[in-house]
């Protein structure tokens, strides 16, 4: 085949919703197969293997199946499938697995601010539809970063972008792959100390044979595991629910505490405090909070193809937002869940003698459920047997309150499906669900930075020749390996926290790019002087926050002292990220100023001929 070849040519012609539809539904049907098997008294190890089999396999062979050749399908991330199957693709490379629990976390401790994140995440990915990034079809098909430096007709501007994309994909892989290890331990604590190797190949089946054209049907198969992973959570909601009000839900404060977030207990908590920072309070915070996570959605959105339609070549505004809903409805029904799972606590495991407990509360003791970390902590020890709970409480005579019970605010979110009977067979699909999540996401972000090495290495000098196909995929791919391998063995720092890894440079970045790209419809902000210094000031803001909290010595949660960096370091993060972007807009701005536009036209027909502005793949 001229131009292109695909690793496989008979699954090449399968469309690929269709191929993905057809993989779902199979692991649909493998879930029912166990819980046939769980009827007949097949042993509960056999029935997880073959859930993991029936997961994993599918999650591998559309990756490595989907390879590609062409630069051009490599680079510029060619997307297949309707408007469904790419918002699907994309809200799975969002959902990070991360997100399922630290919407747990904030749902039984802070409902708001949980509803509050997840909400400008879903508002940053639609408003990333909205602004018609950039040039709305004007622009060649590229990343964000090859689209701001033909805006700008500026290679410096380009590798600028380029670095603080990859400095933001790095860090979201990292945090990843941390969270993966951890779930991949809870299935194979065995191999817990060479378990990097298999984080890699995760990762890079779906992105190093074809880039996103690959990865996107991996993440589209990672969201159809998680929507069947979390139905059953979801249908006990509905059956729940219907006795409750929604200031009972919303408003009601539950009696059952959480357990102490020791990051040590609960690896994946957000454990972000660790570095001295302040979090928001109050209405002006939390309004803070939701535009900083504006911001951000809009960059991850950013760092993904532009969905755009096969034939014509369109924008498809309608992807990012039906991501951004599917995304909301995905964390709304987790931290819904959380909140339950306080009132069920309350409700089945107080007022009951420890030696009832069995009795009363026999799903919490049945098979599958004690192998999520613990769901339920009673009398300071976690609940996994009725002796356990016995021997922590002293005698079988005790009476139980709500100051013994304490939730793993990790797995809140699973406990309503325990308490109403979930069949033992569906828990594995649950850690699955998670775990092809965070997956999926790394995946997306090795394809991003794939992306951006691709673009960098087809930029041509003037009057020299566009450098051969194989020898940009070949960078890239290398580039690829190298990152996957190094992010895989650097998990292996027990002492990392996978939101740590992903905060701070995601907050520099996020106060570098989100005001240009934002605006990059107005082309009269778009020079190139002013772009690269906005991007510098705009992530000068949180990097200052971050020094000074190093400084002030960062464990603490709000340095004491009076002084300039003691100060500087009380600031909140969504704060410093609000200060960066309005310093970024404010030097943006200049760009208005009389005369500042001069020979704009010029420069960009003279790249033009210099061979900067072609397809990133040409």
């Known amino acids: 085949m001229a131009g292109q070849t695909t690793l496989h040519a008979k699954e090449s012609d399968i469309p690929a919703p269709v191929l993905t539809g057809i993989l779902a539904a199979g692991y649909?049907?493998?879930?029912?197969?166990?819980?046939?098997?769980?009827?007949?008294?097949?042993?509960?190890?056999?029935?997880?293997?073959?859930?993991?089999?029936?997961?994993m396999i599918p999650f591998l062979a559309l990756g490595l199946l989907s390879g590609t050749m062409n630069a051009v399908s490599f680079a510029n991330g060619t997307q297949q499938g309707g408007s469904l199957f790419q918002a699907s693709a994309m809200a799975g490379a969002t959902l990070t697995g991360g997100l399922l629990f630290a919407a747990s976390w904030l749902a039984v401790s802070d409902v708001l601010t949980g509803l509050v994140l997840a909400c400008g995440l879903a508002a940053g990915i639609g408003l990333h539809a909205l602004a018609g990034l950039p040039g709305a079809g004007k622009a060649p098909e590229g990343s964000a970063a090859w689209q701001l430096s033909y805006l700008t007709a500026s290679r410096r501007v380009r590798w600028l972008a380029a670095a603080f994309l990859i400095l933001t994909a790095g860090s979201l892989l990292l945090a990843q792959f941390q969270a993966l290890r951890i779930l991949l331990d809870m299935f194979f604590p065995a191999a817990a100390p060479v378990s990097w190797p298999v984080l890699a190949a995760l990762a890079l089946a779906g992105a190093w044979t074809g880039g996103f054209k690959s990865a996107f049907r991996s993440t589209a198969f990672s969201l159809a595991i998680v929507a069947t992973g979390i139905a059953a959570p979801i249908a006990v909601l509905l059956r729940a629910a219907g006795d409750l009000t929604w200031g009972e839900l919303f408003g009601g404060a539950t009696e059952i505490g959480l357990m102490p977030a020791d990051p040590a207990d609960m690896p994946l908590v957000l454990s972000a405090w660790e570095w001295g920072v302040t979090p928001v309070t109050g209405w002006s915070g939390g309004l803070a909070l939701f535009v900083c996570m504006v911001l951000a959605g809009f960059l991850f959105a950013a760092l993904l193809p532009a969905a755009r339609d096969a034939r014509r070549g369109r924008p498809r505004p309608q992807v990012p937002l039906l991501a951004a809903l599917l995304l909301l409805v995905v964390a709304v029904a987790t931290g819904m869940n959380a909140r339950l799972a306080g009132m069920i606590a309350s409700g089945s495991l107080t007022d009951v003698t420890a030696g009832q407990v069995a009795t009363d509360a026999g799903w919490l003791f049945r098979d599958g459920v004690t192998g999520v970390s613990g769901l339920v902590e009673i009398c300071g020890m976690p609940a996994t047997s009725p002796a356990i709970v016995q021997a922590a409480c002293g005698t079988a005579g005790h009476l139980l309150t709500a100051d013994d019970i304490r939730l793993n605010p990790v797995s809140a979110f699973l406990l309503p499906a325990a308490a109403f009977g979930m069949p033992a067979a569906v828990w594995p699909a649950v850690l699955l669900a998670v775990t092809l999540a965070a997956a999926g996401t790394a995946t997306a972000m090795l394809a991003a930075i794939g992306r951006l090495l691709a673009e960098g290495a087809a930029?041509?000098?003037?009057?020299?020749?566009?450098?051969?196909?194989?020898?940009?995929?070949?960078?890239?791919?290398?580039?690829?390996?190298?990152?996957?391998?190094?992010?895989?063995?650097?998990?292996?720092?027990?002492?990392?926290?996978?939101?740590?890894?992903?905060?701070?440079?995601?907050?520099?970045a996020t106060a570098a790019l989100a005001v240009p790209l934002a605006l990059s419809r107005w082309h009269g902000l778009m020079r190139a002087s002013l772009v690269s210094t906005g991007m510098l000031a705009g992530a000068s803001v949180p990097a200052a926050v971050l020094l000074a909290g190093f400084m002030t010595g960062g464990a603490d949660l709000a340095p004491t002292g009076t002084g300039f960096a003691e100060s500087i370091a009380r600031t909140p993060i969504p704060v410093a990220v609000l200060y960066g972007a309005g310093l970024n807009l404010v030097i943006l701005m200049l760009g208005l100023l009389p005369g500042q536009e001069r020979h704009k036209d010029a420069g960009r027909t003279r790249d033009h001929e210099q061979g900067l502005s072609g397809s990133p793949g040409a």
């Open 459 to 508: 930029v041509n000098r003037s009057g020299r020749a566009p450098r051969p196909a194989s020898r940009r995929l070949a960078v890239a791919r290398a580039g690829m390996l190298a990152i996957a391998i190094a992010a895989a063995w650097l998990t292996q720092a027990e002492t990392w926290q996978p939101f740590d890894l992903a905060l701070w440079p995601a907050s520099l």
């Open 28 to 55: 649909g049907g493998v879930l029912v197969a166990c819980m046939i098997l769980e009827r007949l008294g097949v042993p509960g190890g056999i029935i997880q293997w073959f859930a993991i089999g029936g997961a």
